[in-house]
């Protein structure tokens, strides 16, 4: 080999060895290029995925807060729902002491009335005394005059009229228990018990299966007490009497209307009940 040859082979040797280098550093430059963009997309991701986190705790918290609401609202609930009780309670018991009351007021009245007529007796007697007639007001003789006092019967006080009535439908003697009660109405038809004992009446017929002179009963406690506290009642039984007779459509019509008229009372639920149980 001649001298010329091996410096033509030196110096092909020598471009080799520079580029190599000159390669390598651009392929290293590419990569780190690639390792920026790989590096800012984990940093977008991460990004991302802190806003989900943060999002997240958001989130929980806000559930947080949320349950403790609904458990505040639940505790606050279960106090509004006893102190609503106790309520009813004090209000069921002073309604009884009410009712009570009437009935006492109720017999004292009677008293008043009896007491009254007395003195106008006894008034009377007194005039004709003066005006010189004690001739005629002497001719009964006293074994007469007591025979007459005592058969003469004891006025009975409204609140044991009421009682004794209620006790006999208690106790299923309805024939008495409708006596009773349309004693009473005869009787005291203006004391607190009045409107009770007309209802009452029609509930002795519809126990009797009466159910035509119960609607009728019913009825007058609608028409001559519209304010009492048995309408809602009376209404409820105008439409179960229908009902026993089978007249559906009239039975319909009035347990809807207790329905409309009283949508949160009791008599309301058992219409309710009775007219899905119609369908």
Aim: proline share 3%; charged share 30%.
């Amino acid at each position: 080999m001649t001298a010329k040859q091996l410096l033509t082979i030196l110096g092909f040797l020598f471009l080799l060895a520079a580029c190599a280098p000159q390669a390598e550093l651009v392929k290293t430059r590419s990569d780190m290029t690639d390792l920026r963009e790989e590096v800012q997309a984990a940093m977008v991701r991460v990004q991302e995925l802190q806003k989900r986190v943060d999002l997240l705790d958001t989130n929980v918290k806000g559930t947080m807060d949320v349950q403790q609401v609904m458990a505040d609202y639940g505790a606050k609930s279960d106090q509004l729902a006893t102190d609503i009780q106790l309520v009813q309670g004090k209000l069921e018991e002073n309604n009884f002491r009410i009712a009570e009351l009437a009935q006492k007021l109720d017999d004292r009245s009677v008293r008043i009335a009896e007491l009254s007529a007395r003195i106008d007796e006894l008034d009377t007697k007194m005039k004709l005394l003066s005006a010189g007639t004690t001739t005629a007001l002497t001719r009964q003789t006293p074994t007469t005059a007591a025979q007459a006092k005592s058969s003469s019967p004891k006025a009975i006080e409204p609140s044991e009229a009421y009682r004794q009535a209620k006790s006999d439908y208690d106790r299923g003697n309805f024939d008495l228990a409708l006596a009773g009660f349309q004693n009473y109405v005869a009787q005291f038809p203006n004391t607190s018990m009045t409107d009770k004992a007309q209802y009452w009446i029609g509930e002795c017929h519809y126990s009797k299966r009466e159910f035509s002179k119960a609607i009728d009963a019913f009825l007058k406690v609608i028409k001559l007490y519209p304010n009492s506290n048995k309408v809602a009642g009376a209404k409820l039984k105008i439409g179960l009497s229908y009902l026993s007779e089978r007249n559906y459509p009239k039975a319909k019509e009035h347990l809807r209307k207790v329905i409309k008229e009283y949508p949160s009372s009791n008599e309301a639920e058992i219409a309710r009940d009775r007219l899905a149980k119609m369908k």
